[in-house]
């Protein structure tokens, strides 16, 4: 039987997730990295009929979705309603408590359930010091280390914060996280986000290459959609074609979060952006 990019996507089948971060060194053609919706980004509606949101999103041409919740439905439920549309689990938005104790093995089962083997956490407090942010390095090595043995990669989301107002002596807190975890953490850079802060996306996704499994494609202003904004899409893009280990672009925007009118112009433009690098 001949299995299709989508049957591949949906039973998790990648071979960057086979090679080792130092493997990334030959540049991936961007255009064979699948694109996801965050559903975060539709969130005032998605939870209304996520079986209908499903099949619009997989209208407009997206290959995968990002969980930020289960929408009041156990897991089997929603694996099927995703495999009815033709949709991919790429992820899900997990806050760290979800991996502490016995919610871990729920939060794993759930994942496996879904069909995926990323999860991230979106957010945490602030850290104000080194040492604060090596301690989460700590915790997020024996996360990892836990969740690797189930398949599963955890990684960590960014804000704003974590660069502008966390930067010790010209090295940013982001940079203390991810030079103290293992390769096995992923670096899931908030493009948007990272860019809003004043850094430069490319050069974060470069500094920690083949680490950035899936990224969050979003834009620094123009009303959130990409391409509109400051972001500098060529040089992001092809920091991840040549050493991102990216499985996942994973569209995000924030500003009307009741309307599919914003979700499918990124794509739109995603895709023509890509196309043209």
């Known amino acids: 039987m001949k299995l299709t990019r989508r049957d591949l996507l949906r039973l998790g089948i990648s ?27 539709i969130r005032d509606i998605a939870g209304i009929d996520i079986a209908e949101t499903f099949a619009l999103v997989a209208g407009m041409g997206y290959t995968g979705v990002e969980f930020s919740g289960l929408y009041g439905k156990d897991a089997k ?16 938005h997990t806050p760290w408590e979800g991996f502490e104790g016995d919610a871990l093995k729920e939060t794993l089962e759930n994942c496996q359930t879904l069909g995926g083997k990323f999860l991230t956490v979106p957010w945490w407090g602030v850290d104000r010091s080194v040492d604060a942010w090596k301690k989460r390095a700590e915790w997020f090595n024996e996360k990892s280390a836990l969740c690797r043995k189930e398949g599963i990669f955890i990684g960590y989301h960014n804000h704003q914060w974590e660069f502008k107002d966390h930067d ?3 090295v940013t807190g982001w940079e203390i996280l991810f030079q103290n975890t293992d390769d096995a953490v992923t670096h899931q850079l908030d493009i948007g986000h990272c860019a809003a802060a ?22 620094a202003g123009g009303g959130g959609v990409i391409g509109k904004g400051s972001v500098n899409w060529p040089a992001v893009i092809d920091a991840i ?7 996942w672009f994973i569209v995000e925007t924030e500003e009307r979060p009741d309307t599919y009118e914003d979700v499918r112009a990124c794509l739109e433009n995603l895709t023509e952006l890509i196309d043209q690098c």
Not at 198 to 204: I, L, M, Q, T
């Open 15 to 41: 071979a960057l997730a086979l090679a080792p971060a130092r493997l990334f060194a030959q540049r991936v053609c961007p255009k064979c990295i699948p694109i996801a919706l965050q559903l975060y980004s």
């Open 198 to 219: 004043g850094y430069d996306p490319a050069k974060y996704i470069r500094m920690f290459p083949g680490r950035s499994r899936t990224v969050h494609a979003k834009e």
């Open 241 to 247: 074609a040549e050493v991102g280990g990216t499985e």
């Open 77 to 92: 439920t929603l694996r099927k309603l995703m495999d009815d549309a033709g949709l991919a689990y790429c992820g899900a």
């Open 168 to 170: 010790f002596d010209g």
